[in-house]
């Protein structure tokens, strides 16, 4: 393993960047079989173009600019389950009586040196440190500086990280608790929204114009009415 430490000065940034890559008679692939929930109309756009457009509402990110997925890692294949519930969420916040989901699959593929990894303790620990920097830096310049929630606070830092390198994925650990399973535990005292201190689910955030996102299908689609759902392919 080699280690690539960066440091970077200037008048609003500063920071460590810690990316590895591994040298095994060439460059590794990272290959993520992921999953996508978006509504029905979207996932036409999709198969047809045979490619994703990158999220860019603020209010949305959470690992920057990008195509969020959720990550197989079982048999469970909690993913699958994660991507239908994020999407059912966003249908139920709309007005119209009838609205159509749907749940892509694909396989998305980056170089060892374009993968962020948040679960490497390295990574981890460097993108921390960049994140204490930075918003030490931001205090300087404003010192009532707030962000507006945690979600701003990570995208920025990933997206100056990216601004610097070739990052392509972004592969991060995250509790998600809109799954149906984590609905169905209770849980008291102070905190009764927080189930577990133990992520749930590995999200990605992919660059389509770096990444190699590939083998895109439709593996399920359905209709939402009044909080009642009924799938056309399960």
């Known amino acids: 393993v080699r280690i690539l430490i960066m440091i970077i000065d200037n008048s609003f940034w500063f920071g460590i960047i810690l990316l590895y890559t591994m040298a095994l008679g060439g460059i590794p692939l990272y290959s993520l079989e992921c999953y996508h929930g978006t509504s029905s109309m979207a996932a036409e756009h999709i198969l047809e173009g045979n490619c994703f457009l990158p999220s860019k509402s603020d209010d949305s990110l959470r690992l920057g600019v990008g195509v969020y997925f959720f990550v197989k890692c079982s048999e469970a294949n909690l993913a699958k389950k994660c991507a239908k519930a994020f ?3 966003k249908l139920r916040k709309e007005t119209s009586q009838g609205k159509d989901y749907a749940v892509i699959k694909c396989l998305v593929t980056c170089a060892d040196d374009q993968m962020l990894d948040l679960f490497n303790p390295e990574c981890l620990e460097a993108f921390h440190t960049m994140r204490y920097a930075t918003y030490s830096k ?4 404003e010192p009532n500086f707030q962000y507006r929630d945690a979600n701003q606070a990570d995208t920025m830092v990933i997206d100056k990280l990216r601004s610097i390198s070739n990052i392509a994925v972004v592969q991060c650990p995250q509790y998600f608790g ?4 984590e609905e169905q535990i209770k849980v008291g005292g102070r905190h009764p929204y927080k189930k ?12 389509p114009t770096k990444a190699i996102i590939r083998d895109i299908q439709l593996v399920e689609r359905g209709t939402l009415y009044n909080d009642e759902f009924s799938s056309i392919i399960r």
């Open 87 to 89: 999407c059912l969420n």
């Open 138 to 141: 931001l205090c300087e310049a």
């Open 178 to 181: 809109l799954l149906s399973l």
């Open 196 to 207: 577990t201190n133990v992520p749930n689910v590995i999200m990605v955030c992919a660059d």
